[in-house]
């Protein structure tokens, strides 16, 4: 586990506020005292609810729980946590059970929720804007005054998550070898397509099967950097890119069309990907609407909402 900074007092017995980020790619936690204040913060490796579903998944589960809990227990005695993971549908006991047998707390010490839920409340106040999210996968929020949640797309990969890391590493493979089945060795002549075969281990059509059939999907997403890298050489990849704010832009508007007109912030890491993005995504949004970008420390809010359920705790 990576620890970004420790700053936690020497002989320090007060019960401390975990929070959890978890997405495909990476997993980001902080530790608070009950006052709010950051304690420390770090990553581990990236997780996310569908994993509930197979014994494997379960196992990678336990793995990364019990060294969160090796991590912060060096810090302090951890009394509550609250975590955003991605997938989580609210509909199963499995992940809240799993960090209370691994942290040796009590249920109501724990807050599992949906990992957008939390980056919405690091951005704004319930019914004050939309928050599009684009890391590995995409999906956009907005939880309204009342507290409610509403979402457009986060379907998942199988089924969408268009503009996200994962789209735009599987549009690029899939484009890559297109030109493969109608011009054999075209990969030569193309920046991301080198770029891609470099990250995967060979141009040869087994590599890139194993690749995308084997490897998760947080190693997939990754791909995208070799896209990005190549858009201001190669015009693929810059449609790539363009098609990827497009899309994102599909999701704002979605929620203005059922809520109304609201400002718009763009967080998670595809924006730093390339200029090309960000962009095209304010492009296909009307100009009344504005778009800005945010750097979303959802580990950090979900690590201060932690603190508040342990500081209100009779």
């Excluded at 990849?237 to 059922?258: F, N, P, V, Y």
Aim: hydrophobic share 40%; glycine share 12%.
């Amino acid at each position: 586990m990576a620890s970004d900074q420790q700053e936690q007092a020497p002989g320090q017995t007060r019960p401390i506020a975990l929070g959890i980020d978890a997405g495909g790619t990476q997993t980001r936690w902080a530790l608070a005292t009950q006052d709010e204040q950051i304690l420390a913060s770090g990553t581990a490796a990236g997780l996310t609810a569908l994993q509930t579903d197979t014994v494997e998944g379960i196992e990678a589960l336990r793995e990364i729980f019990a060294g969160l809990a090796a991590t912060a227990g060096s810090h302090g005695q951890v009394g509550s946590i609250r975590a955003g993971i991605t997938g989580f549908g609210g509909d199963a006991h499995t992940l809240p059970d799993m960090l209370a047998d691994s942290f040796g707390l009590e249920d109501n010490c724990i807050s599992v929720s949906n990992d957008i839920e939390i980056a919405y409340l690091d951005i704004f106040k319930p019914g004050t804007g939309y928050l599009i999210y684009a890391g590995t996968g995409s999906i956009a929020a907005y939880i309204d005054a009342e507290g409610k949640f509403h979402r457009a797309g986060g379907r998942g990969y199988l089924l969408d998550d268009a503009g996200g890391g994962f789209w735009i590493a599987r549009e690029a493979m899939r484009k890559l070898w297109r030109a493969e089945d109608e011009y054999p060795d075209h990969w030569k002549e193309s920046d991301m397509a080198r770029r891609l075969f470099k990250l995967i281990g060979g141009n040869d059509w087994n590599i890139s099967r194993d690749f995308i059939y084997h490897r998760s999907r947080g190693d997939i997403g990754k791909l995208a950097l070799a896209v990005a890298a190549a858009a201001n050489s190669d015009p693929v990849a810059m449609e790539i890119l363009q098609s990827a704010g497009k899309e994102l832009a599909r999701l704002g508007m979605a929620m203005c069309t059922r809520f109304g007109n609201k400002p718009i912030a763009l967080s998670g890491r595809v924006q730093e990907l390339h200029p090309a993005i960000v962009e095209s995504l304010r492009t296909h949004l009307p100009p009344e609407i504005s778009l800005r970008q945010s750097t979303c420390q959802a580990h950090f809010s979900a690590a201060r909402l932690a603190a508040r359920q342990l500081k209100n705790r009779p």
